[in-house]
């Protein structure tokens, strides 16, 4: 057990940390080709951050404690509440609308399986002050950017979007009451995932009627652009609810981005404070859990205090797509390789080496050298084995003149190089 991590963590070697990198690398880029600044917030927060404002489900996940003076503390297990919470305490001095993105390391307490971990990273794009949906396909069009960047297009990734608005509506339509919403979309969100018989016996529980029931499930089934505008032409008021929903899919067309976007109403999201659009990241197989997920939560700053402000915005996790990436085959290379291996022939030209090494390094060139006394031959196989293209070789004669031998470990082809000159041959590459 000792030498393994806690279950659900994981280790980062190498290989894993040039991966990791990647993804925040593409991350970062997309965020700032979105004029969005980054942010963070602390690891650990106030229990009631959690307990009053994100739902059942994340809140049964929690890694919290009582810390030494005795305050009940949790391990972040999303951003959003610190993000609203950081907000909120200097909303007046922002300006507006506010663009903003982190790449914290969340926890939560989950069951593990493929692609669902006790940690994570997780990209968070979020955009307050604006209520228009162009503010939400905004952070869409960055979710599916970033997709894009690491090589998926719609064959790949589809986003599913659906607006709780939309669904109230077409719920109140059905027969279902304001005090069981929440148990209709619960059921909802689980349309794919569990039989309908399951569904059934819950709603019937609740008290809602058979027809109820039928017309509640239908809402869920609501997939596509023809059989959602038809579900809303029987709105009283025809629809106009469905009019953010629509102006937002409009926009992703025009940013020829709708290639990528199914309208579906089984979308809910398991996060309480979604007031508006919501919308999920899937791989096209479905294989796996959501790549990304967020919406609208007009109503969270002002319920922590803050002022009345909407906000829209997501959050992508690193394990799914680390795991796209995998099955994709696609390996981002680790960090920049070696230029040159520096040799020392005699115990005398150690300093001499490490002189060299200093000056090249300090110009930027990436070198290394054998760190105790070794023969020439050792210390050429360790640069080899550290796959140096190049070794920088210094004796008593090279010294006397100023120069070194550079042997290219590829051809074997050797040229003399005045110490001076080093860094731009070196650079050479
Ligand atoms: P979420 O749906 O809970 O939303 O998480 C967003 C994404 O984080 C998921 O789609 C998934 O890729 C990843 N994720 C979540 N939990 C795990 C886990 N245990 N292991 C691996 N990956 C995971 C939120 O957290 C919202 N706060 C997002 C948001 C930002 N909404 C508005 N702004």
């Known amino acids: 057990m000792q ?47 959690y307990t009053d404002k994100s739902g059942e489900e994340i809140v049964g996940q929690l890694y919290e404690f009582e810390d030494r003076g005795g305050r009940r503390v949790a391990l972040r297990p999303e951003m959003t509440p610190t993000l609203a919470r950081m907000v909120a305490s200097r909303a007046q001095a922002l300006k507006k609308p506010i663009r903003w993105f982190a790449i914290p390391q969340l926890f939560r ?32 069009a960055a979710a599916l950017d970033v997709l894009r ?94 009019d953010p929903l629509v102006e937002c899919v409009a926009a992703l067309d025009a940013m020829q981005l709708g290639a990528f976007v199914d309208v579906d109403l ?50 992508m996790g690193d394990v799914v797509l680390g795991e796209l990436l995998a099955e994709r085959g696609i390996h981002p290379a680790g960090a920049a390789g070696l230029q040159a291996f520096l040799v020392g022939v005699t115990a005398e030209d150690t300093e001499t080496v490490l002189a060299l090494a200093h000056r090249l390094r300090d110009t930027g060139i990436r070198v290394e050298f054998a760190l105790k006394a070794q023969s020439v031959g050792k210390q050429l196989k360790l640069a080899a084995a550290r796959n140096a293209p190049r070794a920088v070789i210094v004796g008593p004669d090279e010294r006397a003149a100023g120069e070194a031998l550079v042997r290219d470990l590829g051809t074997g082809t050797e040229a003399r190089v005045a110490f001076d000159r080093l860094n731009d041959v070196l650079a050479q590459q």
């Open 3 to 49: 030498g393994q991590a806690l279950p659900g963590f994981r280790d980062f070697f190498p290989a894993e940390a040039a991966l990791r990198q990647h993804i925040f690398a593409v991350w970062r880029e997309v965020a700032s080709r979105y004029g969005f600044e980054e942010y963070d917030g602390p690891p650990l927060e106030a229990l009631e951050l």
């Open 109 to 140: 307490y989950e069951r593990q399986q493929r692609g669902r971990l006790r940690e994570h990273f997780q990209l968070n794009m979020d955009l307050l002050g604006e209520p228009g949906p162009l503010a939400d396909a905004e952070v869409i």
């Open 149 to 242: 960047a690491l090589g998926f297009g719609p064959d790949a990734v589809r986003v599913r979007l659906s607006d709780r608005r939309v669904l109230r509506a077409l719920l109140a339509h059905a027969g279902v009451s304001d005090p069981q919403l929440p148990a209709a979309y619960a059921a909802i969100d689980k349309i794919d995932r569990e039989p309908r018989e399951v569904l059934e016996a819950r709603l019937a529980k609740l008290g809602l009627a058979e027809p109820v029931i039928a017309a509640t499930l239908a809402v869920g089934n609501v997939r596509g652009r023809e059989p959602f505008r038809a579900a809303l032409a029987s709105l009283p008021d025809g629809g106009e609810v469905a």
């Open 266 to 315: 089984s979308i809910v999201r398991g996060l309480a404070y979604y007031t508006g659009i919501v919308f999920e990241l899937f791989d096209a197989g479905r294989s796996l859990r959501a790549i990304c997920g967020g919406g609208r939560y007009d109503g969270l700053l002002t319920a922590l205090g803050g002022p009345d402000l909407p906000a829209v915005g997501f959050g």
